[in-house]
């Protein structure tokens, strides 16, 4: 199938009551432009706050200097603005839609008067447990309320949250527990997923060994499965929550007060802890979500990222509830019970919004649209989404099977450092067109760099790294313990800029493309993750001497993960150490970090100073070994014929 990508594709009938209209759009966001404070001065006040702020914007990127404010004496409380502001006119209605794993349990509807006696109550609790204010909180949960309610228990006490990804190793668990210095890890005893269960609470006390003895734990009983008990350090947060008090007055909080860490790959090293601010954050997930969505009041908005991704943060938690919208967290897979599940779930709930990945979109095209067709989307609205460019293929396949045609396509590209939609079209405003990211959000400034010079490249129809000029209030602050790292790695390369590590074009319309990460960064289903991690783990291992990992093409995940593995001496390759070697990884990262593809290396392709040339591994692991270009600096150039001859990926 070939498919006109070019043009634009039109905005369906049904649109004209949208929030920004397409005269709009043009307007509002050349005054975002030219005068940021006077469009953030008044979006600010989309927030409740308990000391309105005097500034708007103080921001410098200046290499040396970076400094990142908005609102700055703004005082306010971020569990306020998702809870308590909205008690008045919508306790009964429905904060979080809960839908458990198993099809058979019954979904749960938590009404915002709910919301706030759970909240209020979890904060009780944190604070009996010496949680203070700027004290980290470390959150590995499943996709089930209480993560919500922990996130906002936190925020409301000024604590720090940092979630991990319940998919991730205890040896991830710990090295996030022991950057961000946490106090406390909140933790379930099990985790159901696609009927299969994660050993959470034991995966925590695997980490625990590897931390202070003074970190306590609280464990959600979710399953009520028989987990270990250690007294005096682990508490039973759910029957705790039963004695404490109701109320939990809000700690006010200063605009720029640390709302959350979230860790996240980059191109070396350990993974950066990524600081979020109270307000600029929270106001930016609030208006994106509003605007990007076209959420009205009562919508059901569903979107089904985990929270333990910036994603979920955002757009599962923050951006909604601070919208007093109704937001649906599912606890399931795609794929179970059978392929029709997200569907099942749409038709259920009545779900408006719907935003997923590109992965997932793939996975449920294979297979076939009869798993849509059964069920009734007559209430889908606007769809999204996120977490890698989407190829035009599942762009259509979304459009047509699960749109009918009738529901804009929202693409919708931003990073865990950008806390919001950065390039994204609108439904009602901007005319999608399949693969394109489209244009910037309202304060967005992109810009396309040439790569090696830095030359701003004017005009339209040109190709680039994509850097953003200006600071807009979602963005990150700084790396958790270490601003230098911030700099360097964001405003370092391209003086001025933010450098984003993705690669673009911008067309002809003046719409932007992402080509992928032009660092070391690959993305595997939606997931990001440094090779340098991967690698580390691998020569973790006692049998390993060296390893280089890159990424491929991977027709379902977007990109597989491709190691490159050379043993020790004496040690010989088999399926076996193959085996182990996956397993390894699954055990020092999560299963998400596991290698698609090990090929034995008994040589990397090397500079004479010693430096791995990964261009080359890149090329043979996509198969695409006739393009080297210049092999001559090797400084053994036979190694590269021996890697082809063995490859793993061939078409
Ligand atoms: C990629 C996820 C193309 C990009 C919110 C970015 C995308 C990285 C898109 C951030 C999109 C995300 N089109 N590429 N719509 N959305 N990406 O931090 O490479 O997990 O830099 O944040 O995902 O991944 P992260």
Redesign the pocket.
Known sequence: MTIETSGKHPIPPGFGDALVQPGDYARMYAESISDPDGFWGREGRRLDWIHPYSRVKNTDFAMGQVSVKWFEDGILNASVNCIDRHLPGRANQAAIIFEPDDPDQPARHITYAELSEKVNRFANVLLSQGVMRGDRVVIYLPMIPEAAYAMLACARIGAIHSIVFAGFSPDALANRINDSGAKLVITADTAPRGGRKTALKSNTDAALLHCSDRVRCLVVRHTGDQTSWIDGRDVDVLAMMEQVSPDCPPRPMNAEDPLFILY?SGSTGKPKGVVHSTAGYLLYAAMTHQYVFDYKDGDIFWCTADVG???GHSYIVYGPLANGATTLMFEGVPTWPDAGRFWAVCEKHGVNQFYTAPTAIRALMGQGPEWVEKHDLSSLRVLG??????NPEAWVWYDRHVGKGRCPIV????????GGHM??SLPGAIEAKPGS?TLPFFGVRPVVLDASSGAVQEGDGVEGVLCIADSWPGQMRTVWGDHQRFMETYFQQYPGYYF???GCRRDEDGYYW?T??VDD?I?VS???MGTAEVESALVAHEKVAEAAVVGYPHPLKGQGIYAYVTLMNGVEPSDELRADLEKWVRTEIGPIAKPDLIQWAPGLPKTRSGKIMRRILRKIAEDDFGALGDISTLADPGVVDQLIENRMNRH
């Open positions: 996240t991704w910036v994603t989404t996120v977490g890698e460019p989407i693409d919708t590209w931003w990073q865990t450092e950008t390039i994204t990211a984003t590590g993705d992402i992928g990460r960064v993305n939606g997931h990001r």
